[in-house]
């Protein structure tokens, strides 16, 4: 039971931005998503963000929806933790 993991072209250009080894780990992260959506230490958003949930990866953290009919994960925000819910409540609007 696989989901597919699809990235926005924001968030895209988030993972892009980070450093070699901080994107090593978010990619290691993404796949696997893939096999669990909901891991261990997975927070659903509340407020604005409710629906969402946010992963964390180190000092950064990854914004996504479910659908699990469709068995898609799709990531719309990945960001430095400092900035992430300001960011995400923009991107989300």
């Avoid at 290691?28 to 964390?56: F, H, S």
Wanted: proline share 4%.
């Amino acid at each position: 039971m696989t989901y597919s993991v699809t990235l926005t072209p924001q968030a895209t250009r988030d993972v892009e931005d980070l450093t070699t080894e901080v994107r090593k780990s978010v990619y290691a992260v993404l796949r696997l998503l893939e096999d669990d959506p909901r891991p261990p230490g997975v927070q659903a958003l509340r407020g604005e963000l409710a629906g969402n949930y946010r992963l964390r990866v180190g000092n950064h953290r990854l914004g996504y929806s479910i659908d699990d009919q469709a068995r898609v994960v799709d990531v719309w925000h990945v960001g430095d933790r400092k900035r992430f819910y300001e960011r995400a409540k923009r991107r989300r609007r």
